[in-house]
């Protein structure tokens, strides 16, 4: 089918029911765009496990400190459960963008609708994780040093107020830091391909016109 014979049929389309074939060229970019992002999706999964792996031999056979290990110990378990429920949802997007036929325009729309929201969902999920592991890696690194200034911040009478201060903006800037890595990670990794996606759906809206 050339350009021309697209741009009738999807004139003759009726509206709600779009499930016109697209060109090769544009087929090529939506299989090159989806099978990158499946790429990035597992290679992250695999990544995150690794990293969850060393945290957990790091707790476990090199972590001396009591309090710092019942404290440690508490947020990785928080990690695993936001990772249980986050990655079976990215598990489904994964599993769901495979299926998609590439040579409709309609599953091209649903592609990119589905990755704009796991994006969103993908921020949520760091945003979260992201300060917690940060607080589990310098608990686990630093030890006994760390683990005597958190008691001696929230026992001593002196100073407390200061001491509670420093913890509160130790967290905000490990938010803040967080933020900015999240976005540009996305950007760097996700954003480009959603906006390929995009672009390629203007295209054929712009053809059909």
Known sequence: MNIDDLKDAWKNEKPGFVHLPIDDAMQGKTVSAVNSIRKNMKTEFIGTLFSYLILI??????????????ITSLLLFTIVLLNTYYFFKFYVFYRSISRYTSSLKNSITKVAYELELNI???????????????MVAI??????????????????SHNITANLLIMLGVLLISFAVAYIFINLHIKVKYGKYLKELKSIIYDLEEDAD
């Open 120 to 134: 969103e969902i993908y921020k949520a999920y760091n945003f979260c994780i992201t300060p917690i592991a940060l």
């Open 57 to 70: 031999w790091f707790l476990f056979f090199r972590q001396t400190d009591p309090f710092l290990f019942n």
């Open 139 to 156: 608990g686990i690194l630093c030890g006994k040093e760390t683990s005597k200034y958190i008691l001696q911040g929230l026992t001593s």
